[in-house]
């Protein structure tokens, strides 16, 4: 399918447990992010990713770890989750340009429960 | 420091009326203004975007406006329909090097009755 999914949809997970949240677009996109989503903080960047192995810290990276080893794929890790980390994840992809508005795309998300 | 506000967290307009959305900025370095819409269970959708060097972009039902010594933004929707029910983000971005990050506010939701 074309466009940006993200897998899994839905995840109960525990504190401490390592959790890897996937993300895969097909429109060869240079740019792609991960945003949260919490009530009272609206979308929140975690990281971005320029191209296939250029990672950068966004806003909120603390507790995560992100990689970018082929273009279409950017995956999310929490290598060892806490409660504060329940949240809705957005991942979203852009192409680069030089001029003009940077309209990000985004993927359905992925909601995340640390119980 | 949030950098971008919307200070309503909620509005309710009748169907066929204006929808107002409004949004602050601090940052004096943004250079494009972006609406996003979110409907439950959904990704956020681009709506309308505004380059810093404007003061008004329409398209439709939506016109953004921007005052830039206010520091403001605003989506006006006319008339609004019951689809238009959803959460409306507003973003704005700046260049840091190569990347264009976007900055989004808090969101304000919008229920636009019969």
């Known amino acids: 399918d074309a466009g940006i999914t993200q897998s899994p949809r839905y995840k109960i997970t525990e504190t401490g447990r390592q959790v890897t949240l996937m993300c895969h677009q097909t429109?060869?996109?240079?740019?792609m992010f991960w945003y949260r989503q919490d009530l009272g903080h609206g979308l929140r960047l975690i990281y971005y990713?320029?191209?296939?192995?250029?990672?950068d810290k966004g806003e909120v990276p603390d507790g995560y770890v992100v990689s970018r080893s082929k273009t279409e794929n950017f995956p999310l890790t929490l290598e060892s989750a806490t409660r504060s980390q329940t949240s809705v994840y957005f991942c979203?992809?852009?192409?680069?340009?030089?001029?003009?508005?940077?309209?990000?795309?985004f993927g359905a998300g992925s909601r995340l429960t640390v119980l | 420091d949030q950098q971008v506000k919307q200070n309503s967290p909620s509005l309710s307009v009748q169907e066929g009326r204006i929808s107002i959305l409004n949004c602050d900025y601090t940052?004096?370095?943004?250079?494009?203004f972006l609406w996003y819409k979110k409907y439950p269970a959904e990704g956020p959708t681009f709506l309308i975007s505004?380059?810093?060097?404007?003061d008004k972009n329409e398209d439709g039902r939506f016109t953004v406006f921007l005052n830039k010594s206010a520091k403001h933004l605003s989506l006006h929707i006319v008339p609004s329909q019951p689809g238009d029910s959803a959460v409306y983000f507003c973003?704005?971005?700046?260049?840091?090097?190569?990347?264009?990050?976007?900055?989004f506010g808090t969101g304000t939701r919008l229920q636009v009755t019969l």
């Open positions: 940052n004096s370095m943004f250079d494009y």
């Open positions: 990713s320029a191209a296939a192995d250029i990672t």
């Open positions: 973003a704005a971005s700046a260049r840091t090097g190569t990347a264009s990050k976007l900055t």
């Open positions: 505004i380059s810093s060097i404007k």
């Open positions: 979203a992809s852009s192409e680069h340009k030089i001029s003009g508005a940077n309209v990000l795309t």
């Open positions: 429109w060869s996109h240079s740019y």
